[in-house]
């Protein structure tokens, strides 16, 4: 059985690749459905999924079971200022999938976000909330889970949030650096979400992924929804820097796509079928920095 990871050299992708190929993950076994699995993981320089031909013809060689695309445009404020080829990426390139998987019996896992939300509300969003996204990059995505969903019959869309992981830039990473060079941290206090760890992401992929569910999902670490400013206070003490963190205003602090203030979302449906294994959001977080200062020291 051949799974396809697009997207592998990004935050999710790599760490799907790494779990897959190892078989295991600190979260558990994988499912026995992985036991005879050939992953096959490919980032833009192997396969572009904004070029149907190419994605065609590359399912044609490999022809995969099971796809997990973890390639996006993932720059919110990069998208908002080149919407077109934010378009092209989340958009056209998850059709261009969903189009292939249905033609060749496939299996797509699409991977979305929490920004196809407008956050207005003041209760985490369920699978059935009606998206109303206010930036670039939220449209796009929308674009492509709609994509999905209207091509590919056997497909799950996967909505996340705040997401980090041990490869690539992340807000974890960030404020990491941002603490150790400066004295001070101003955060903003007014959005609120769901800080997402990529190794609970990956593990509850799979378990979807082996399962026989369509539809939307959220998948967002648990645990009461925290805002940037409470995420950041957490990093600095997990990594034991006595570096005093403020609460500041979105207002304070702008950027060109307007975030949504509260896109917090409920895994409802992940409870009602095959299961929530996601972490509490503060017990994957602990966890994650504890190895990546571990790994740090050790380069
Ligand atoms: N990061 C977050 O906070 C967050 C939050 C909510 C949802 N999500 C969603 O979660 C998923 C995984 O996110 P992530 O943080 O792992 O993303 P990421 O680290 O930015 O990785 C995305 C990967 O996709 C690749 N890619 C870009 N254009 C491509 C193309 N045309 N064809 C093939 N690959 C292409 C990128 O390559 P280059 O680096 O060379 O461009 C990169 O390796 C995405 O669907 C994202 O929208 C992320």
Redesign the pocket.
Known sequence: MNILI?????????ELTKILGEGTSELGALPLFYAQSKVVP????E????DLPAVLSFFALHTPFLVF???????VDGCETNEDGAY???AL?PKNLAIACEQYGSRLL??????VFSGTGNRPYGESDVPSPNTAYGRT?LSGEMFVTSHCSNSCIC???????Y??N??VKTMLRLAREKGSLAVVSDQVGNP?C?VDLAYQLLALGASTETGVFHCTCNGEPVSWFDFASRIVSDAGLEVPVHGCSTAEFPRPAKRPAYSALDNNRLRATIGDSMRDWKVALDSFMEKYLMMERMQ
Not at 47 to 50: E, F, G, Q, S
Request: proline share 0%.
């Open positions: 697009t997207g592998a050299k990004g935050q999710l992708g790599n490919v980032d833009a320089d396969l572009d999924i904004t695309n973890c390639a996006a445009m993932t720059n092209q990426v989340n390139g699409h991977v979305s976000t929490d920004y995505k909505r996340t949030a705040w997401l980090y992981g490869v690539g992340n807000f997402t990529a």
